[in-house]
C-alpha cells in the first residue's frame, strides 16, 4: 500500500520506503562486518517485525538462520506493563548460539528488556538488538541496543510492519497516524 492511498489517515509520512531500504542495507553491513564467520541466528519479533526481519535478512550476506517469537506485555489499555506473556516460543536451542534479536520499534523498553534477559538465560553466546525505529522520549527503561535505524519524536506511526487495529502494516512507508484515525 502507498501512503497517497491513505493519504486522509496519515498527518505526515515519517520514513519513505526508499529511506527504510537504504537504512536496512547500512545495517546489512554492519551486521556482517560484527558477524564475519559466525552462524548467527536472527530472532524476529511478531507481527510488527516480519518486515524488517524479511528485508535485512534478504540483505545480508552472510550464513544465518531465522527464528520467532510472539509476546504480549499486559495491563490497561494501551500501556505496557512490563509483564510478559510467551504467545509463541522459539523452535531454535540457543546454547552457544549468536542471536540477534530484530524489532520494528523501540518504545519503553520494557518488554525488550524482558525479552533479552530470558535469551541470555538459555545460554545463547551472546544476544544483540536490532530495531528499525526507537522512540528515545518513551523509553522507561535504557537497552543497549546495538542497532538503531532511526530515532523518531514520540508519536503514533505506521507502516512498514506497524499496525494501528491490525491494519496499515503493509504500509510501504512509515507515517504518523493522524489523530482522528485512533481518538
Same mark, same amino acid.
Given at each position: 500500500?502507498?501512503?497517497?492511498?491513505?493519504?486522509?489517515?496519515?498527518?505526515?509520512?515519517?520514513?519513505?520506503?526508499?529511506?527504510?531500504?537504504?537504512?536496512?542495507?547500512?545495517?546489512?553491513?554492519?551486521?556482517?562486518?560484527?558477524?564475519?564467520?559466525?552462524?548467527?541466528?536472527?530472532?524476529?519479533?511478531?507481527?510488527?517485525?516480519?518486515?524488517?526481519?524479511?528485508?535485512?535478512?534478504?540483505?545480508?550476506?552472510?550464513?544465518?538462520?531465522? /527464528?520467532?517469537?510472539?509476546?504480549?506485555?499486559? $495491563?490497561? !489499555?494501551?500501556?505496557?506493563?512490563?509483564?510478559? @506473556?510467551? +504467545?509463541? %516460543?522459539?523452535?531454535?536451542?540457543?546454547?552457544?548460539?549468536?542471536?540477534?534479536?530484530?524489532?520494528?520499534?523501540?518504545?519503553?523498553?520494557?518488554?525488550?528488556?524482558?525479552?533479552?534477559?530470558?535469551?541470555?538465560?538459555?545460554?545463547?553466546?551472546?544476544?544483540?538488538?536490532?530495531?528499525?525505529?526507537?522512540?528515545?522520549?518513551?523509553?522507561?527503561?535504557?537497552?543497549?541496543?546495538?542497532?538503531?535505524?532511526? /530515532?523518531?519524536?514520540?508519536?503514533?506511526?505506521? $507502516?512498514? !510492519?506497524?499496525?494501528?487495529?491490525?491494519?496499515? @502494516?503493509? +504500509?510501504? %512507508?512509515?507515517?504518523?497516524?493522524?489523530?482522528?484515525?485512533?481518538?
Amino acid at each position: 500500500m502507498e501512503s497517497n492511498e491513505i493519504a486522509g489517515d496519515l498527518s505526515k509520512v515519517l520514513l519513505t520506503q526508499q529511506e527504510i531500504h537504504d537504512k536496512i542495507a547500512e545495517l546489512s553491513r554492519r551486521i556482517e562486518a560484527d558477524y564475519e564467520g559466525e552462524n548467527l541466528l536472527l530472532v524476529g519479533v511478531l507481527k510488527g517485525a516480519v518486515m524488517v526481519m524479511a528485508d535485512l535478512a534478504r540483505e545480508l550476506k552472510l550464513p544465518l538462520n531465522m /527464528d520467532w517469537m510472539a509476546v504480549s506485555s499486559y $495491563g490497561s !489499555g494501551t500501556k505496557s506493563s512490563g509483564v510478559v @506473556r510467551i +504467545l509463541k %516460543d522459539l523452535d531454535s536451542d540457543l546454547t552457544g548460539r549468536k542471536v540477534l534479536i530484530v524489532e520494528d520499534i523501540i518504545d519503553s523498553g520494557l518488554t525488550l528488556s524482558w525479552l533479552r534477559a530470558n535469551l541470555e538465560s538459555r545460554g545463547a553466546a551472546s544476544v544483540e538488538i536490532c530495531a528499525l525505529l526507537r522512540k528515545p522520549d518513551a523509553a522507561k527503561v535504557e537497552v543497549d541496543v546495538r542497532y538503531v535505524g532511526f /530515532d523518531i519524536p514520540n508519536e503514533f506511526v505506521v $507502516g512498514y !510492519g506497524l499496525d494501528y487495529a491490525e491494519k496499515y @502494516r503493509n +504500509l510501504r %512507508d512509515v507515517g504518523v497516524l493522524a489523530p482522528h484515525v485512533y481518538s
